[in-house]
Structures are given as C-alpha cells and as structure tokens.
C-alpha cells in the first residue's frame, strides 16, 4: 500500500488530500482546506509550510504530488503561487517524502477524462470515485484529484514496466 499526499497550492486556500492506493484502488484517507487568510504574504506562507509539515506527521505519507505552476492572470499572482508551492513542497522534503509533480490539465484528464473540465466536475468526479458522501470543497476536491492523478500514472508505470519486461523475457 502506498500512501499519497496531493497538493493544490494557493497563497490563500491550499487544497490537500491524502488517499490509499493498493492494486488499482484507492481509497480517502483525509482532505482538508488549509486557510491561510488575507495576512502579511510571508506569514501565509508560514501557515502553508507548518500544515502541511504537521499533516505530514500526522498521516505519514509515502510519495507528494503536487500542482505546477500555470500561468495565472498575472506575473505577481503566478510568483506569489510559485511561492505557496515551495512552501508545501519544503514542508514535505524536510520529511523525507518525494515529490510528483502534474500539469493541472494532466490532473484534470486523470480524474475527469477532459484536460479543460472544469472545478465542479472535478468535485464531482473525486466525490464519485472515492465513494464520497458529503460534498467536498472545490480546494480540497483538488487536492485529492492530484493524489489520484499521481495514483493513475503509478499504476500506468508499473504496467508499462511489467510489459516491457515480460516481452523482453520472449525473445
């Protein structure tokens, strides 16, 4: 069983989720928004670095996968997302913990089948295969696709290896 930490940074809400994933199932473990409130940017990034170190602790993790940074509407806005990602990302590498990292398109194709789905059919699709009773919040909701994303090309990886090794033993 592998455990898996997904992070969508935000320098305001930060989206993580923690799943299960064993032979092709995954299961919900945890999610959560961690709010980091409108306060002096540096101080956000504090609140950032120490929730997801003590969720770390908490849940001990095996693999991070993380959100890569998109072009936002503005060059402040995408440093300032930069920023939130190495704060979670520190947060995690100081606990011994290897990070993924996947185009928000990527993660989209993986959890939704379409790379341009939008949040509510992220929501929904997360909610359906984690087998979800309450509704989970948009951040949080993207939190866990990104550690379904990264179960995803887990499971594509080992697959692809397990071929190409069984075809070369043929020959």
Same mark, same amino acid.
């Given at each position: 069983?592998?455990?898996?930490? &997904?992070?969508?940074? &935000?320098?305001?809400? @930060? ?9 092709? @199932?995954?299961?919900?473990?945890? *999610?959560? @928004? !961690?709010?980091?409130? /409108? &306060? ?9 670095? !120490?929730?997801? $170190?003590?969720?770390?602790? +908490?849940?001990?993790? *095996?693999?991070?996968?993380?959100? @890569? ?12 997302? &930069? +920023? ?8 995690? !590498? #100081? ?14 194709? #993986?959890?939704? =089948?379409? =790379?341009?789905? /939008?949040?509510? +059919? ?13 509704? !989970? ?7 866990? #696709? ?5 179960? $995803? $090309? ?18």
């Amino acid at each position: 069983m592998r455990r898996i930490i &997904g992070i969508d940074p &935000g320098s305001r809400f @930060t989206g993580v989720g923690i799943i299960d994933c064993k032979d092709q @199932t995954i299961q919900h473990v945890h *999610h959560e @928004t !961690v709010k980091c409130g /409108d &306060g002096d940017f540096p101080e956000r990034l504090k609140i950032i670095f !120490v929730a997801i $170190n003590n969720l770390v602790k +908490q849940y001990q993790p *095996h693999e991070m996968a993380i959100e @890569t940074v998109f072009m936002a509407k503005n060059a402040n806005a995408a440093i300032k997302l &930069g +920023q939130a990602r190495g704060a979670a990302i520190c947060a995690t !590498v #100081a606990n011994d913990i290897v990070v993924h990292e996947y185009a928000p398109k990527a993660i989209k194709q #993986a959890v939704v =089948g379409k =790379g341009g789905a /939008d949040k509510t +059919q992220v929501q929904y699709m997360v909610k359906l295969l984690l087998k979800l009773d309450e509704k !989970v919040q948009n951040d949080a909701a993207d939190g866990l #696709a990104v550690a379904i994303c990264h179960a $995803n $090309n887990r499971w594509a990886q080992q697959r692809l290896v397990a071929n190409n090794t069984s075809n070369w033993r043929k020959f």
